[in-house]
């Protein structure tokens, strides 16, 4: 097998890796975690969303479709968020929920008085025992990564299928998505809709 066809197997493989934890994730999913999530969102004043690195993107994917969908929404951190009140909804993206920055910021959504929801693998870390609401989404946990018995993880593949917080990041991603047509059921919102509210500027 050339170099070429392996780089293409790996690709391939590592597709199927990921989305095979995916549907595993998806099929045991709290679903009164989710419910709350989603009548948090519809509930909310205003809803923040926040996450650090790769989990940042996937909260400002969810906060963009949030925004086509006619929700308040605002990215922490932006030049142009204003500050958290109570009743605002605050989301965390974070897979070990002890990301410093984000965990200071959910601590002080909570004293502002706001409502804290996290998307994390660590029920059990600062962000989760912090949040009203936690969304569990098994990923690798940074513990495996720096502990990990390398030779054992290169001889079963995990680090090229999914290396670092690939796992998390990626299932984070597709559940927020999956939350939005869940929002759009709710509420009876119409692709149109969306598609309506979607910048002209590109």
């Known amino acids: 097998m050339t ?10 493989q590592s597709m199927k890796f990921i989305a095979a934890h995916i549907k595993q994730v998806a099929m045991n ?4 975690a989710v419910k709350n999530m989603v009548d948090g969102i519809i509930g909310a004043k205003r809803i923040f969303l926040m996450g650090a690195g790769r989990s940042s993107l996937a909260a400002k ?21 204003p500050a958290v009140q109570p009743g605002d909804m605050v989301i965390a993206v974070s897979g070990s929920g002890e990301t410093p920055s984000i965990a200071n910021l959910g601590s002080i959504a909570k004293r502002i008085g706001s409502r804290l ?17 936690v969304v569990i989404i098994p990923g690798r946990p940074k513990e495996d990564i720096i502990y990990e018995d390398y030779h054992e993880r290169r001889m079963i593949g995990y680090p090229r299928l999914a290396p670092l917080g690939t796992i998390f990041e990626i299932t984070a991603l597709v559940f927020l998505d999956a939350v939005v047509s869940g929002l759009m059921v709710r509420t009876g919102a119409s692709e149109a809709e969306l598609k309506s509210r979607h910048t002209v500027f590109e």
């Open 3 to 12: 170099d070429g066809n392996k780089d293409c197997e790996a690709t391939i």
């Open 29 to 32: 999913l709290d679903t009164v």
């Open 61 to 81: 994917a969810f906060a963009m479709r949030l925004m086509h969908m006619g929700f308040n929404i605002y990215v922490v951190g932006e030049t142009t968020t």
């Open 117 to 133: 929801t996290t998307v994390t693998s660590n029920r059990d870390s600062t962000l989760g025992r912090l949040s009203d609401i």
